[in-house]
T-cell receptor
């Protein structure tokens, strides 16, 4: 079982609608949690980063939340646009004390339709 | 002014061949990484180099050999390619004390036939 689980696997929404993607993790202790956006055929690009003490972080229409007690994070996208169509990957960085190795979720593939 | 670049973007080759993928970053980072993204889309780290020295070597067949001629370059050489090597390979870089903030290249899609 992967240490970072994301749901749903895929999601289709209409342009202008909101959506929320979920991430559950078992990595403990952890240093920080990031959400990446990966467009088709491109490398992941960071959207938000939160340390274990932060509850929420926004980046434009993207808002990430973190509940360190339940080990859950969510990424909320408001007023979706066609360009939001991509995979969204939750990434947890263990607090290993040395060189951190990122642990990736499998991602949620979002399709925004006109 | 691409930050992390990889070449080639696509690579199609036959089983048994030897191939290389190149990676360059112009961010001034000391640490570089190679990841493999399989068909299930999981990104798994393969190698990490800090200032030309190997610091992470996950359980990767020794057919894979990274080479870092300088801290701005990390190339991946693969010998005796197998069907299971087909995947997208991503290069990334970061400051050594900010390994959680990695910048990724565009990926190289390797297809072994």
């Amino acid at each position: 079982k992967n240490q970072v689980e994301q749901s749903p696997q895929s999601l289709i929404i209409l342009e202008g609608k909101n959506c929320t993607l979920q991430c559950n993790y078992t990595v403990s202790p952890f240093s920080n949690l990031r959400w990446y956006k990966q467009d088709t055929g491109r490398g992941p690009v960071s959207l938000t980063i939160m340390t274990f003490s932060e509850n929420t972080k926004s980046n434009g229409r993207y808002t990430a939340t973190l509940d360190a007690d339940t080990k859950q994070s969510s990424l909320h996208i408001t007023a979706s646009q066609l360009s939001d169509s991509a995979s969204y990957i939750c990434v947890v960085s263990p607090f290993s004390g040395g060189y951190n190795k990122l642990i990736f979720g499998a991602g949620t593939r979002l399709a925004v339709h006109p | 002014d691409t930050a992390v670049s990889q070449t080639p973007k696509y690579l199609v080759t036959q089983m048994g061949n030897d191939k290389s993928i190149k990676c360059e970053q112009n961010l001034g980072h000391d640490t570089m990484y190679w990841y493999k993204q399989d068909s299930k889309k999981f990104l798994k780290i393969m190698f990490s180099y800090n200032n030309k020295e190997l610091i992470i070597n996950e359980t990767v067949p020794n057919r894979f050999s990274p080479k870092s001629p300088d801290k701005a370059h990390l190339n991946l050489h693969i010998n005796s390619l197998e069907l299971g090597d087909s995947a997208v390979y991503f290069c990334a870089s970061s400051h050594p004390d900010r390994a959680y903030e990695q910048y990724f290249g565009p990926g190289t899609r390797l297809t072994v036939t």
